[in-house]
């Protein structure tokens, strides 16, 4: 089960760091402690107010996982590999997207794999992939959704993902 958060706040960018991590580590994880580590060094570094009232960019969430994933405790008993595969990418489709996370997500027959995307409205971790639909591990009820809901083009009726908004995750053996 995935951290839920509260329907009055913008933290669905430091759930989705939680909940990637808890998905590939299982209940070795603290999830609570890695939350409060999250908020505590996002208080620090920006204004948690903001936080609050619009949520997380990726500049933010470059700085979390740089700062508590790759380095200190986290980094010593979670080792992680986080990568941002499509920034400065501009030739990619929609379809090829999806195709390129499903085939990350299926890299390894275990749970050592997780993709965070973030819209101009959510973050959220990807759990799995089919022809027709996308399937998440998420701080809300948005459990899974129509891939053809989703762009990188803005049109309208669509959640818009930017290529700079892709994490992948995979847990280190």
Request: charged fraction near 15%; aromatic fraction near 16%; hydrophobic fraction near 35%.
């Amino acid at each position: 089960m995935p951290a839920k958060q509260g329907s009055l706040d913008n933290f669905c960018g430091i759930y989705s760091l939680v909940n990637a991590v808890s998905h590939l580590y299982g209940n070795r994880l603290k999830r609570k402690n890695l939350y409060l580590k999250l908020v505590n060094h996002f208080n620090q570094s920006y204004n948690i107010i903001d936080l609050i009232n619009y949520g997380m960019t990726n500049v933010e969430m470059d700085n979390l996982i740089m700062t508590v994933f790759q380095q200190g405790y986290y980094y010593q008993h979670y080792p992680l590999i986080i990568t941002m595969p499509y920034r400065g990418i501009s030739k990619l489709t929609t379809p090829q997207l999806f195709s390129q996370i499903n085939q990350f997500l299926n890299k390894y027959p275990d749970k050592r794999t997780s993709v965070i995307i973030g819209t101009q409205y959510h973050w959220s971790v990807i759990q799995a992939i089919d022809h027709k639909f996308i399937y998440f591990l998420d701080s809300t009820d948005f459990n899974k959704a129509y891939r053809h809901s989703f762009s990188i083009v803005n049109k309208n009726k669509t959640y818009q993902i930017s290529l700079d908004d892709i994490y992948f995750f995979e847990r280190v053996i």
